[in-house]
Antibody, heavy 119, light 106 residues
Framework: EVHLVESGGNLVQPGGSLTLSCAAS????????MHWVRQVPGKGLEWVSG????????DYADSVKGRFTVSRDNGKNFLYLQMNSLRPEDTAVYYCVRCWGFSSFFELWGQGTLVTVSS | DIQMTQSPSSLSASVGDRVTITCRASQGIRNSLAWYQQKPGKVPNLLIS???TPHSGVPSRFSGRGSGTEFTLTISSLQPEDVATYYC?????????FGGGTKVEI
């Protein structure tokens, strides 16, 4: 069965750092672009970052550019999001999502992991 | 960046009603538009891609149409299990952007 499972969400103080992980299973991870999408509880969806299957295309939302870094390990079937200089407005559920192409629709979603930035 | 404007932001309809949600793009995006359904407390699920192609397993009462800047999602006969928030998303270019969502109630 096809799965994406996020982990690493936690309570962190403003200015702190956190790394999210996403474990993929049931499909050939290296064939797909992967993205992070976040959602403030009770609010809408916001694209955060994406990485192509071969890492040649990487991009970020302006709201996180310079603070977040996306990466992937195709050998281990993992996607990562390194988050630095966290702000209260980064508080959200972070979803790992699979796409056919780098600029595409989100066809498979993980269950999400909650990041709370608060003192 | 492309802005996506959804309307209405919420609606209430009766079981069996025909419901239409509109999504407008700030510039032309060809047919690079997807629709998602998010039920309360659940993960978003892909309904439609390429403006009008239903995802596997999506009930036939859901349909999408449009091209360029104006798109619609229609539920032909609203069912109780369709209570959810619906989002459009453009993928013509990065940054990928979502509409603000439409909450559908019965």
């Amino acid at each position: 069965e096809v799965h994406l499972v996020e982990s690493g969400g936690n309570l962190v103080q403003p200015g702190g750092s956190l790394t999210l992980s996403c474990a993929a299973s049931g499909f050939t991870f290296a064939d797909f672009a992967m993205h992070w999408v976040r959602q403030v509880p009770g609010k809408g969806l916001e694209w955060v970052s994406g990485i192509s299957w071969n890492r040649l295309n990487i991009d970020y939302a302006d709201s996180v550019k310079g603070r977040f870094t996306v990466s992937r390990d195709n050998g281990k079937n993992f996607l990562y999001l390194q988050m630095n200089s966290l702000r209260p407005e980064d508080t959200a559920v972070y979803y790992c999502v699979r796409c056919w192409g780098f600029s595409s629709f989100f066809e498979l979603w993980g269950q999400g992991t909650l990041v709370t930035v608060s003192s | 960046d492309i802005q996506m404007t959804q309307s209405p932001s919420s609606l209430s309809a009766s079981v069996g009603d025909r419901v239409t949600i509109t999504c407008r793009a700030s510039q032309g995006i060809r047919n690079s538009l997807a629709w998602y359904q998010q039920k309360p407390g659940k993960v978003p699920n892909l309904l439609i891609s390429d403006s009008s192609t239903p995802h596997s397993g999506v009930p036939s009462r859901f349909s999408g149409r449009g091209s360029g800047t104006e798109f619609t999602l229609t539920i032909s006969s609203l069912q109780p299990e369709d209570v959810a928030t619906y989002y459009c998303q453009e993928y013509n270019s990065v940054p990928l952007t979502f509409g603000g969502g439409t909450k559908v109630e019965i």
